[in-house]
């Protein structure tokens, strides 16, 4: 090979594009599946009494009034077995946020602060996907997955007032029941995207690396 090819291999070799139509599809995709999946469980997880009288609980209000909707919820729901002790499709309306960490936040407060934040991430994540480098593609393809799990759990805020979690995941040890906190497939998008994040930070030391002994030659 003569020098003359070399910058032109170098060229093809590190120059990339935005993945724009993987995006969409990504976005898309995950956030049609996460709505419909929400109301597959809306459906098919909760007796008829449940749509009967559902009216009669008030959703995200008082303490009182949402174990009083937990208790009401959790006695007329029809949960499906998908493995023995292990994973089952259970109906819960989720007024916090992930894992409930803001569940004793009084409702006037928590509401609209979680509301004004996933609205936030609906217009940053875009932004942060046109000023991410184009060597840093796990990111990339991450914020899409994260975009779509803001989106999901941001139509479920607006239309319902509470998100719609139906996956629940646990263990029986010694007879007694642990539940990892039951979530949905916005989540899921979420949590990958996390996932991509982390092994582009795993990543990018060795790129930089890489980077530099080229330069070096």
Not at 26 to 36: L, R
Not at 144 to 161: E, K, Q, T, V, W
Request: proline letters at 6%; hydrophobic letters at 45%.
């Amino acid at each position: 090979m003569t020098d003359k090819n070399k910058p032109a291999l170098t060229a093809r070799t590190t120059t990339h594009t935005r993945p724009y139509l993987w995006a969409i599809i990504i976005f898309v995709v995950f956030t049609v599946f996460d709505q419909a999946s929400k109301q597959w469980a809306h459906q098919a997880l909760l007796n008829a009494e449940f749509h009967e009288k559902t009216d009669q609980f008030p959703t995200c209000g008082s303490p009182e009034e949402e174990q009083a909707r937990g208790r009401f919820t959790y006695v007329n729901s029809t949960p499906i077995t998908v493995v023995d002790n292990f994973f089952t499709f259970r109906y819960v309306e989720n007024c916090s946020n992930a894992f409930s960490m803001m569940k004793n936040v009084p409702e006037s407060f928590r509401f609209p602060f979680l509301l004004i934040i996933s609205i936030l991430a609906c217009f940053g994540i875009p932004y942060m996907f046109l000023k991410t480098p184009l060597a840093h593609r796990y990111t990339l393809y991450a914020l899409p997955f994260i975009l779509s799990g803001a989106m999901g759990n941001l139509l479920d805020r607006m239309i319902y007032r509470y998100v719609i979690d139906f996956i629940d995941w646990y263990v029986v040890i010694d007879g007694k029941e642990h539940h990892w906190p039951t979530f949905n497939i916005a989540d899921v998008a979420i949590v990958v995207g996390i996932g991509l994040m982390g092994i582009q930070i795993l990543m990018t030391p060795r790129q930089k690396t890489a980077a530099n002994k080229k330069s070096s030659k």
